[in-house]
């Protein structure tokens, strides 16, 4: 376990940083929320912690690793209906990060460019989209 400001990192035995993160949908939608990049602000991502937002968990979709940085990790992917969005967040008041509600189709055309593991939990997402009635 490795400790950084107002987080713990923790590692599995294989050496994969563990994380977890989530869809959100709103529940009568076909949009996902997504929120800027700490690193890159211009790129909209996958929410991996704080989005500011609050709601139930559905369902687990599984557990996705990313081989291809320098820091390997494991996330577990949940889907969870917002049920509220705070005004104001840690994330949004400490570095300015922000959030917006995508149609499914393009939050999957804009993840497929920079970031294709998170494109891979949206993919699995709209797979058993139907199945799973959300």
């Known amino acids: 376990m490795k400790d950084k400001p107002n987080s713990t990192r923790i590692y599995d035995e294989d050496g994969f940083r563990r994380r977890a993160a989530c869809i959100c949908v709103r529940n009568d939608s076909d949009e996902v929320l997504l929120v800027t990049s ?22 687990r979709l599984g557990t ?12 577990d992917v949940f889907v969870m209906i917002v049920t509220e969005e ?33 494109h891979t939990y949206l993919e699995s997402f709209a797979l058993n989209k139907q199945k799973a009635n959300i």
């Open 38 to 59: 700490s690193s890159r602000p211009e790129q909209w991502i996958v929410p991996v912690e704080e989005a500011g937002v609050v709601g139930r968990l559905h369902r």
């Open 64 to 75: 996705f690793e990313d081989r291809t940085h320098i820091r390997r990790h494991r996330t």
């Open 86 to 118: 705070l005004a104001e967040w840690e994330d949004s008041l400490g570095i300015g990060r922000k959030r917006k509600w995508f149609k499914l189709e393009d939050a999957l055309n804009m993840l497929r460019l920079h970031k294709p593991t998170q």
